[in-house]
């Protein structure tokens, strides 16, 4: 339990509300796996616009569960933002997405999702 992600401060937001604390995680699933598929595809087709946009929404979660890449996920973003043509930001990218695939499959498995 525990090894992708962090629920402190999710606890915390929820005051240790164990049901609200299982809506959170229910949230991170319907959302983040979905925003993290958009961003891969923003990515992959040089759409900066929608890169920035799912890398941005995705970043408050990211950081609220401690996945241990909003650095990478911010390099994404700007990335996007900025659009950095002849950067490279795939390595960040594998990153974010692996991390993301990691939590949600032990979210799932720790919730009984």
Known sequence: MEQHYKLFRVR???DNDEDF???????FLEEVP??????????????YY??????????????????????????VQDWGKFEKVGEDCSH???LVLKA???????LKADFSL
């Open 12 to 14: 915390e937001l929820a």
């Open 21 to 27: 604390v299982k809506s959170i995680v229910e949230a």
């Open 34 to 47: 979905v925003d993290a598929e958009r961003l891969q595809k923003a990515v992959a087709e040089t759409d």
């Open 50 to 75: 929608n890169a920035y946009q799912a890398a941005h929404k995705m970043k408050p979660t990211v950081d609220l569960f401690e996945l241990g890449v909003l650095d990478d996920l911010i390099v």
């Open 92 to 94: 960040e990218l594998e």
């Open 100 to 106: 993301v695939e990691n939590a949600s499959e032990e």
